[in-house]
């Protein structure tokens, strides 16, 4: 059974940095596409960024520069490392695959 679940979300100022974590279990992410999507209130799910079994990442323009998708094979866990957040960054955060399953979510809430 595939399972993801995302942590290190939490309360950052502008300009900090947070790094999120996916862990997963019932697949290996070294041999799956592995993607990062945010919705913020009242807005639809955008994509964040992406990180491909071959290991190419790709970036929402709006991230890119400042945040950094990386995998630990060894753990079988993805990490979303931002840095200088910002205020439009606040949003709830999840990891999931191309085929549909997704974690719970974590909060990134940065304020001003």
């Known amino acids: 059974q595939v399972r993801l679940v995302e942590s290190g979300g939490g309360l950052v100022q502008a300009g900090g940095s947070l790094r999120l974590s996916c862990a997963a279990s019932?697949?290996?992410?070294?041999?799956?596409?592995i993607l990062w999507n945010r919705q913020a209130p009242g807005k639809q799910r955008e994509s964040v960024a992406i990180?491909?079994?071959?290991?190419?990442?790709t970036y929402a323009d709006s991230v890119k520069g400042r945040f950094t998708i990386v995998r630990d094979n060894a753990k079988n866990t993805v990490y979303l490392q931002m840095n200088s957040l910002k205020p439009e960054d606040t949003a709830v955060y999840y990891c999931?695959?191309?085929?549909?399953?997704w974690g719970q979510g974590t909060q990134v809430t940065v304020s001003s």
């Open positions: 019932g697949i290996f992410i070294n041999w799956n596409t």
């Open positions: 990180i491909t079994s071959g290991g190419s990442t």
């Open positions: 999931g695959t191309p085929s549909g399953r």
